[in-house]
Nanobody, 118 residues
Framework: QVQLVESGGGLVQPGGSLRLSCAASGSIFRPNAMGWYRQNPGKERELVAT???????NYADSVKGRFTISRDNAKNTVYLQMNSLKPEDTAVYYC????????????WGQGTQVTVSS
């Protein structure tokens, strides 16, 4: 059974930085894509950034130039470096992993809270 374990959330002041990590365990296969999404109460979950196993990345317009997604394929781990954080970045951040083999399936992490406040 694949598990995604997230870490790195917390409370930070506006303008500060945080680094989120998400490690996928329980599979001998590499996820095709891994990424980060975020959600606030009463709102839909939204894409933050994604990265394919070949290194192609995609970012939400709201985080371009401030957030950087990276992957360590050997460890099946994805990172999200968040700089110049704003109060509107406050949300629960979820890690997502899309597997193609052995069967197409999407896994989600349990979520980690990021709060940007003075």
């Amino acid at each position: 059974q694949v598990q995604l374990v997230e870490s790195g959330g917390g409370l930070v002041q506006p303008g500060g930085s945080l680094r989120l990590s998400c490690a996928a365990s329980g599979s001998i296969f590499r996820p095709n894509a891994m990424g980060w999404y975020r959600q606030n109460p009463g709102k839909e979950r939204e894409l933050v950034a994604t990265s394919t196993s070949s290194g192609t990345t995609n970012y939400a317009d709201s985080v371009k130039g401030r957030f950087t997604i990276s992957r360590d394929n050997a460890k099946n781990t994805v990172y999200l470096q968040m700089n110049s954080l704003k109060p509107e970045d406050t949300a629960v951040y979820y890690c997502k992993a899309d597997f193609v083999v052995p069967l197409p399936y999407t896994y989600w992490g349990q979520g980690t809270q990021v709060t940007v406040s003075s």
